[in-house]
């Protein structure tokens, strides 16, 4: 058990650029967060995946973000068009549905600036 | 909807001293209450949670909260802190509707260490 990975760590683009980020959650976890946070806040959620299903959006999440999850293992989140105000950590965490714990692992999270 | 509050945005204490951090929480039916820890380049580290049973729960490195529900509050405690305890501490709270246990957190409590 490896934990959940999450990549790249940073990336700085420019406004208007699309930029991809990648979750690896733990192996036998059948559930996938995505969560946003911004500077002095707390992370807020943005999505969730069963197995490759998304099951719910945030409204945070506007037209211009897309989370997918092929054969329900990695994660993809991609901004289109970025703005300055998408500037933020975003992380990923998953869960056994399975276990009664509800625990979420969290990944250190990818940084993005937009500049 | 449901709500975190953490009234103290920056907390300063001496090694060795006792530390409180204050979360309340707004969530109609019974809640699942957490505690994160953030180290800086970290992801967040669980520290305990609570879901039923007995209010007072322990968690990792000698941490402790207690639920309670007249003032729908989940404070975490520990006796005497350590330089190494300094970090942003989250509360949240896990909405379990429909199986879906997404976590709303709070703002945070940035704790730090003077020796």
């Known amino acids: 058990d490896t934990g959940v990975s999450q990549d790249p760590r940073h990336k700085i683009t420019k406004r208007g650029q699309n930029v991809t980020f990648r979750c690896d959650p733990i192996?036998?976890?059948?559930?996938l967060y995505w969560y946003r946070q911004t500077l002095g806040q707390g992370p807020e959620f943005l999505t969730y995946?069963?197995?490759?299903?998304?099951?719910?959006k945030s409204r945070l999440l506007s037209d211009r973000f897309s989370a997918e999850r092929p054969k329900g293992s990695f994660s993809t989140l991609e901004i289109q068009r970025t703005e300055q105000g998408d500037s933020a950590m975003y992380l990923c965490a998953s869960s056994n549905r399975l276990s009664s714990s509800y625990e979420q692992y969290f990944g250190p999270g990818t940084r993005l600036t937009v500049t | 909807a449901q709500s975190v509050t953490q009234p103290d945005i920056h907390i300063t204490v001496s090694e060795g001293a006792s530390l409180e951090l204050r979360c309340n929480y707004s969530y109609g039916a019974t809640p699942y209450l957490f505690w994160y820890v953030q180290s800086p380049g970290q992801g967040l580290q669980l520290l305990l949670k609570?879901?039923?049973?007995?209010?007072l729960v322990q968690g990792i490195k000698g941490f402790e909260a207690e639920f309670k529900r007249s003032q729908s509050s989940f404070n975490l405690r520990k006796p005497s802190v350590h330089w190494s305890d300094a970090a942003e501490y989250f509360c949240?709270?896990?909405?379990?509707?429909?199986?879906?246990?997404?976590?709303?957190f709070g703002t945070g409590t940035r704790l730090t260490i003077i020796p």
């Open positions: 609570y879901f039923s049973g007995d209010t």
């Open positions: 949240a709270v896990a909405e379990s509707n429909f199986g879906n246990e997404k976590l709303t």
């Open positions: 192996s036998e976890h059948n559930r």
């Open positions: 995946f069963q197995n490759e299903a998304q099951l719910e």
